[in-house]
T-cell receptor, first 106, second 113 residues
Framework: AQRVTQPEKLLSVFKGAPVELKCNYS??????LFWYVQYSRQRLQLLLR??SRESIKGFTADLNKGETSFHLKKPFAQEEDSAMYYC????????FGQGTRLTINP | NAGVTQTPKFQVLKTGQSMTLQCAQD?????MSWYRQDPGMGLRLIHY???????DQGEVPNGYNVSRSTTEDFPLRLLSAAPSQTSVYFC????????????FGSGTRLTVV
């Protein structure tokens, strides 16, 4: 079975501070992992994919198969990063974690 | 390209009524999915399709039906609405179930009273 766990429902940090949003997954096959972001009153957007090893808006995420994790990180948070973040696992289908609401305080 | 289009954007139903949420994409994507978004629950997969004529159940399929007669359209039917189906519904599509990621519609906010 595919399962994604985001242990933090809410995360609040100050502007300029580092941010880490946690994601753990369970899947017996070879996982494809994604981070999606939903800004206020907007649709979900793909933020980044583990396979491309890219940095988008200063965010990075590394797949750790040993720890079955795909944490999202940014060294210096900005106020515009405030949003809902979802980790997702694509195997037979795309399933999401519960989401983390990130708030960046000025 | 319109992307993924969902209609209606808002709907209020009475318990027991039926309705269909429409989803259409113009990107020739094979993969399409329906999710519901509830506070604290994240996005939960209702039904998905890997191509025209092929559908399967997700995590929370009860109370919902789908069909995929064309590549473009993937309607979600509520046969007898219940207050527990009050939610925001998102449709999404992709040409690959894995590498690329999905494109989402803007959502339908459904209230069942």
């Amino acid at each position: 079975a595919q399962r994604v766990t985001q242990p933090e429902k809410l995360l609040s940090v100050f502007k300029g501070a580092p941010v880490e949003l946690k994601c753990n997954y369970s899947y017996s096959g070879s996982p494809e992992l994604f981070w999606y972001v939903q800004y206020s009153r907007q649709r979900l957007q793909l933020l980044l994919r583990h396979i491309s090893r890219e940095s988008i808006k200063g965010f990075t995420a590394d797949l750790n198969k040993g720890e079955t994790s795909f944490h999202l990180k940014k060294p210096f948070a900005q106020e515009e990063d405030s949003a809902m973040y979802y980790c997702a696992l694509s195997g037979e289908k795309l399933v999401f974690g519960q989401g983390t609401r990130l708030t960046i305080n000025p | 390209n319109a992307g993924v289009t969902q209609t209606p954007k808002f709907q209020v139903l009475k318990t027991g009524q039926s309705m269909t949420l429409q989803c259409a994409q113009d990107m020739n994507h094979e993969y399409m999915s329906w999710y519901r978004q509830d506070p604290g629950m994240g996005l939960r997969l209702i039904h998905y399709s890997v191509g025209a004529g092929i559908t399967d159940q997700g995590e929370v399929p009860n109370g919902y039906n789908v069909s995929r007669s064309t590549t473009e359209d993937f309607p979600l039917r509520l046969l007898s609405a219940a207050p527990s189906q009050t939610s925001v519904y998102f449709c999404a599509s992709s040409y690959s179930n894995r590498v690329v990621g999905y494109t989402f519609g803007s959502g339908t906010r459904l209230t069942v009273v």
